[in-house]
């Protein structure tokens, strides 16, 4: 048996509601839109939850004619948390014009709101969304001193953790897992 959570799913989710968010604002934009994703490693985790947001986004974004060809995605790919990498892959994206941002995971939302807080004016215009919802995205999304952070989705570890030892009693009781 397994259980966990499903990075496709949960990504997907996320794009959802984040282009419920940013819709109206690609379709007035004038030019291209650009919503970056900054992908925390090369790990099946990190390209699931990439996959998950960019693919759902896509449908969603070239479904309506408001928003069909107005967007591009730019994606950033950087390894460990430390060094300031992340704040590399943001500082990249901002190179590139970009209008919102889609962080994979805690590591990268920590590094991000740290890099905002120490130069907000940089960063003013851009909406950013997350995946966990750590300490720092939770403060994030209460300041009113910060650029949006609209949203995060999290792991329910509560349901992820029953359900493992349920899944241990089936397989010890002898009952299918």
Known sequence: STVSTSNLDAAA??????????????????????????????????????????????????????????????????????????????????????????????GVVKQVSDAIAANSGKYEDIKFCGFDAGTKQIQWMKSTEMPELIGAVAQDSYRIGYDAVEQCIFAIEGEKV
């Open 13 to 106: 989710t996320v794009a959802e509601n984040f282009y419920e968010a940013i819709k109206d604002d690609i379709s007035e934009f004038d030019g291209v839109y650009i919503i970056g994703v900054i992908q925390h490693d090369q790990t099946v985790t990190g390209e699931e939850r990439t996959k998950g947001f960019i693919d759902k986004f896509k449908e969603l974004a070239d479904s309506n004619k408001d928003t069909r060809g107005k967007f591009r995605i730019e994606k950033e790919i950087k390894d460990g948390d430390s060094n300031n990498a992340y704040v590399d892959a943001l500082n990249a994206l901002v190179e590139k014009g970009v209008d919102a941002v889609f962080m994979t995971n805690e």
